[in-house]
């Protein structure tokens, strides 16, 4: 049980190349998200998918998509990367808990665009 | 304003102390208060969570205490260890979405 995989854990990208993150995870969880760590700044919510075949915006939407292909799989995709999307992504699964979902974090990608 | 201040930034703290991690919001719809713990290299885990509902949540050494009136929650770490040393998120839900907003993180060190 691996929990929340994400490829790659490192990449360097020139300004305007693009790429994209993968994620999948194996708890059989409906809901997924992807967040950006910036010093000082906390998580934000880039996209979420409340189950397959939905997405919806967060905070900080601008300059990426995603892709819900599956139950198990959430991509990122950076179409034309600025130095701005330098930071480390983070994709989370979650499951319905007390209260709330409970977020399950994979072990992020740091991303450097030049 | 949907904002969680969070304080202090940095904590430095003795092996046996106690530490204390600060967090304020304005936003009442607000539904559900989770601590997050983040090593290095690592991504953030759950580590113990409080309704509004409830004034105080104990889990071993970890200890929410809530206070609705004043829209403030604090982490408490008692006997704590140098394995404590991580970062340090608090987030709150907002309810009727799949929202989180986390605050800014504190970075704990404990020193043996």
Known sequence: ?114 | QQQVKQSPQSLIVQKGGISIINCAYENTAFDYFPWYQQFPGKGPALLIAIRPDVSEKKEGRFTISFNKSAKQFSLHIMDSQPGDSATYFCAAHISGTYKYIFGTGTRLKVLA
Request: glycine fraction near 10%; charged fraction near 20%; proline fraction near 4%.
């Open chain 1, 1 to 114: 049980n691996a929990g929340v995989t994400q490829t790659p854990k490192f990449q360097v990208l020139k300004t305007g190349q693009s790429m994209t993150l993968q994620c999948a995870q194996d708890m059989n969880h409906n809901s997924m998200y992807w967040y950006r760590q910036d010093p000082g700044m906390g998580l934000r919510l880039i996209y979420y998918s409340a189950s397959e075949g939905t997405t919806d915006k967060g905070e900080v939407p601008n300059g990426y998509n995603v892709s819900r292909l599956n139950k198990r799989e959430f991509s990122l995709r950076l179409e034309s990367a600025a130095p701005s999307q330098t930071s480390v992504y983070f994709c989370a699964s979650s499951e319905p808990g007390e209260g709330s979902e409970k977020l399950f974090f994979g072990s992020g990608t740091q991303l450097s665009v030049l």
